[in-house]
């Protein structure tokens, strides 16, 4: 279990790369979606090539496990990508530790699944880490806007990143609902991280095209000839570069298999709890110091309440 909490804490911190590049790709003029998108192509690329270097064909699992497990984490990616743009759009207009702290407090969401489904112990601690996570919601929305103008130079809408924040929060929740849930299952937990993250990728691809498909004036051709404008961009792919280096690396060797173990030692439910915790606390501090956000007193109390609500959600059961 050791490993498990040591993984997730490092792979929560590395999550704030993404809220980093996703809040500062529109002010350099990048298509949060193209960055998502690129950064797909890249992870199932390297996906299938390592798989195709060092997977044999007998240690593959049973189709009917491994075809469930990727259909599972492809429904996750298309969930995530949208969550990721509507959490992109709002930091776009609003204040980004605000909008990445609603986000991420969707993590009591697959821990409540968790106690419903699993059986995983509703504790007093527990109880009151939920009702803390929920009580930070309405005060992380307090937050007033401080800026003048957004990132592309337009006035913000003082209030419409709010509706983008909660958006973003209810996709992520289901997101992280359907990524914790093989890990509960033994044969599941058997199916390589390879083509978790395969899968969870093809999943962004298909969020890609699917948000193209549903967009009123956005046509395929259109999008098409918005990336072969941007490819040229050294910055995106820089910025594609960090979100999959970490992302790819972290999903490997530290993630699934920290999901694993967890899962394994019964503490399943805590497995995102403690990733957002870290992510939360490490975004917190680069808004405070690179972007120079003014923290007011609203957001602190959200913010020791969310990290006093991950503590009582990770308190062992009895």
Request: positive net charge.
């Amino acid at each position: 279990m050791a490993f498990g909490i040591t993984a997730l804490v490092v792979t929560g911190a590395s999550w704030c790369l993404v809220g980093i590049i996703l809040g500062r790709a529109p002010g350099d003029g990048l298509d949060t979606g193209i960055i998502q998108l690129l950064g797909a192509c890249v992870s199932i690329a390297a996906g299938i090539a390592i798989a195709l270097c060092f997977l044999l064909p007998g240690s593959l699992p049973a189709a009917g496990v491994l075809l469930p497990c990727c259909m599972i984490y492809f429904a996750a990616g298309i969930f995530n990508y949208s969550g990721l743009q509507a959490m992109a759009e709002g930091m776009r207009t609003g204040p980004n530790g605000s909008v990445w702290g609603i986000m991420q407090s969707a993590m009591v969401f697959p821990f409540l699944a968790g106690i419903l489904f699993f059986g995983v112990a509703l504790t007093l601690p527990r109880a009151l880490g939920i009702l803390a996570l929920l009580g930070a919601l309405p005060l992380f929305s307090m937050a007033g806007n401080q800026r003048t103008q957004d990132r592309t130079g337009k006035k913000p809408d003082d209030g419409r990143w709010r509706f983008w924040a909660f958006l973003a929060f209810s996709l992520i929740a289901v997101q992280q609902i359907l990524a914790t849930l093989p890990s509960y299952h033994p044969e599941a937990r058997e199916v390589s991280p390879l083509f978790r993250a395969a899968s969870s990728s093809a999943g962004t691809l298909a969020g890609a095209f699917l948000q193209i498909a549903f967009q009123r004036g956005r046509s395929y051709s259109g999008f098409f000839k918005k990336i072969r404008g941007s490819l040229s961009r050294p910055r995106l792919w820089v910025y594609v570069f960090f979100m999959q280096f970490f992302s790819l690396i972290f999903a490997y060797t530290l993630l699934y298999p920290g999901l694993d173990a967890m899962g394994k030692a019964g503490a399943g439910a805590v497995s995102y709890p403690l990733m957002v915790g870290s992510c939360i606390v490490s975004f917190s501090l680069y808004s405070a110091l690179r972007l120079k956000e003014r923290i007011s007193p609203a957001q602190l109390a959200a913010l020791v309440l969310c990290l006093g609500g991950l503590a009582g959600l990770c308190f062992p059961a009895p």
